[in-house]
């Protein structure tokens, strides 16, 4: 069983950054090898994914964020990390983003409130 805990969002202006991390720790080895990632749901819509990340790092990104935004993923400890650097950020970034482990049954993390206004 795989636990999420995320930190980072907040408020920013437009065209700031902000950084989120997520920390997957748990019993067994198998979260290890987990696609790790974000999505995110703006207010009064669905839940997007946002961008993904293997083990080995090949990464997938959102449309509306490529260019923008950049994940990484730590694998060195017995936790497993992974971080979104959002730079430029727009009103429309504007949502709650979950963090998530695991791409067919996904665990998630308790998700981050992020905020772009001026």
């Known amino acids: 069983q795989v636990q999420l805990v995320e930190t980072g969002g907040g408020l920013v202006q437009p065209g700031g950054s902000l950084t989120l991390s997520c920390t997957a720790s748990?019993?067994?080895?198998?979260?290890?090898?987990?696609?790790m990632g974000w999505y995110r749901q703006p207010p009064g819509k669905q839940r997007e994914p946002v961008a993904s990340?293997?083990?080995?790092?090949?990464?997938?990104?959102l449309d509306s964020v490529k260019g923008r935004f950049t994940s990484s993923r730590d694998n060195a400890d017995a936790k497993i990390s992974v971080h979104l650097q959002m730079n430029g950020l727009k009103a429309e970034d504007t949502a709650v983003y979950y963090c998530?482990?695991?791409?067919?049954?996904?665990?998630w993390g308790q998700g981050t409130q992020v905020t772009v206004s001026s």
């Open positions: 748990g019993s067994g080895t198998s979260f290890r090898f987990s696609t």
């Open positions: 998530y482990s695991g791409a067919r049954t996904p665990t």
């Open positions: 990340i293997t083990r080995n790092g090949t990464r997938t990104y």
